[in-house]
């Protein structure tokens, strides 16, 4: 008798003609994540065993728990000795300190196996009912015994752990994520690495406006994701010239649109470049003055790439409940300028003119500084931890 983790996918069922691929990556993300441990793994359709060393057990669930396309995860004893009399057994053991109802459900997968799924369940629950105080409750049980006859072994397993659901990570392809050090765009960039789509980092600093330490921040929350994520990139777009370029000869007043403008401008090319598919931002609409519907339609009016927009409608405290969750608000709220806030317009205009957005676009020849931006990319590796987490 061992214990080994049986994992459930969940959302890959309705993916009928994915379904391989869906399973193949997921076991490829399982074994990047936990390639610090020695383990074996074996899956089918519908499920995948991980044989791990005992004493490894309880850290390789708290990483399973960060791997999305995993539903549900179990702790199991596995047995190769198929008896009722070692079923029984074994059921009891895991049984026996539990109080209020219970339910035995058993799944034979192994057709032949003599005894049949019902008759098993109902000599097991027999079993546990002469042995314990436990009461039987068929619809609304305490705890569910499960157990599962296979081929190769039984797998016996009570209350399962939830996995957070969603598809294995770049199963649907690549996305650029807008990260900004602000509490929205690391969750926007979460929920994207949800739906399968794997993540590389945008983020635009205007030093010396901004400071090392807000670029520290940014690099902190990538990691972060990347707890989800896999093998991200982090892309450093140095903005001041732009930034000052605007500031200087343009409405300021349109400061904020066309600033945006020119960060869509760039995010496309970086996409395009980098094989993302899609630009994700944490936009959420009306929470600003640049996330009015009429201010994302004349920024978003630069280009015609697929902008995702996880949060568009979610109230803050709702994303603030998810940045707790997934450890980024701390760092978030540290105090350090971003270069949206550094030069803020006294009145940001909130129903832009797009007529008037282009006259001033045209008193300056902006190609060349997006080139030089576009050109200068820093790829900052976030492996390199002890460089930078020192400085938080
Ligand atoms: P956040 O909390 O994510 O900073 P915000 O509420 O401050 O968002 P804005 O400053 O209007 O809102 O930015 C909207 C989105 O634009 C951000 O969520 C982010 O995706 C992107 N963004 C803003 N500033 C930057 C930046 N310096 N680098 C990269 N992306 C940025
Ligand atoms: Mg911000």
């Known amino acids: 008798m061992r214990k080994v983790i049986l994992i459930k996918y969940g959302e890959l069922t309705t993916k009928k003609d994915n379904r391989n691929f869906f399973i193949k990556t997921l076991k490829k993300n399982i074994f990047d994540k936990l390639s610090s441990f020695s383990f074996e793994i074996k899956d089918d359709y519908y499920r995948m065993f ?29 047995s190769d000795d198929l008896s009722v009399n070692n079923i029984k057994n074994l059921s009891l053991g895991l049984m026996k300190d539990k109080e209020g109802t219970f339910k035995v459900e058993t799944n034979r997968s192994d057709k032949s196996y003599p005894i049949k799924s019902m008759d098993m369940s109902r000599d097991v629950g027999a079993h ?15 705890t569910k015994l499960n157990i599962e006859i296979r081929h190769e072994a039984v797998y016996i397993y009570e209350n399962s752990i939830k996995g957070l659901g969603g598809y294995p990570v770049s199963t649907l392809g690549r996305a650029l994520l807008m990260l900004s050090g602000g509490i929205d765009s690391p969750v926007a960039g979460y929920l994207t690495i949800k739906r399968g789509v794997e993540l590389y980092y945008l983020y635009f600093e205007s030093r010396p406006h901004t400071s090392i330490e807000a670029r520290n921040k940014v690099i902190n929350l990538a990691k972060k994701l990347e707890k989800y ?46 094989k993302c598919l899609a630009i994700v931002n944490g936009e959420s609409v009306g929470q600003v003055a640049s996330q009015t519907l009429s201010s994302i339609l004349a920024v978003n009016n630069v280009t015609n790439y697929p902008i995702l927009r996880p949060l568009c409608s979610f109230d803050k405290l709702d994303i603030i409940e998810i940045s707790k969750k997934i450890d980024t608000y701390d760092i978030s709220i540290l105090p350090y300028e971003d ?10 205009v909130i129903n832009p ?37 020192d400085l938080l």
């Open 339 to 348: 270069c949206c806030t550094i030069f803020v317009p006294r009145h940001p």
């Open 50 to 78: 991980i044989y791990p060393n005992e004493e490894d057990i309880d850290s390789i669930i708290g990483v399973l728990k960060n791997i999305f396309g995993i539903h549900e995860i179990n702790v199991c004893l596995m």
């Open 229 to 274: 994520n896999s093998n991200g990139k982090l892309l450093v777009v140095n903005f001041t010239k732009i930034q000052e370029t605007i500031y200087k000869n343009l409405d300021t007043d349109y400061l904020i649109t066309i600033m945006r403008r020119m960060m869509y401008r760039i995010a496309e090319k970086l996409a395009r470049k980098n």
């Open 353 to 389: 003119n797009l007529k008037h957005i282009l006259e001033e676009e045209s008193k300056i020849n902006f190609e060349p500084l997006l080139e030089e931006a576009i050109n200068n990319v820093e790829i900052v590796n976030l492996n390199e931890k002890e460089k930078y987490t």
């Open 128 to 142: 546990i009912l002469k042995n314990t105080n436990l009461k039987v409750d068929v619809h609304n049980p305490l």
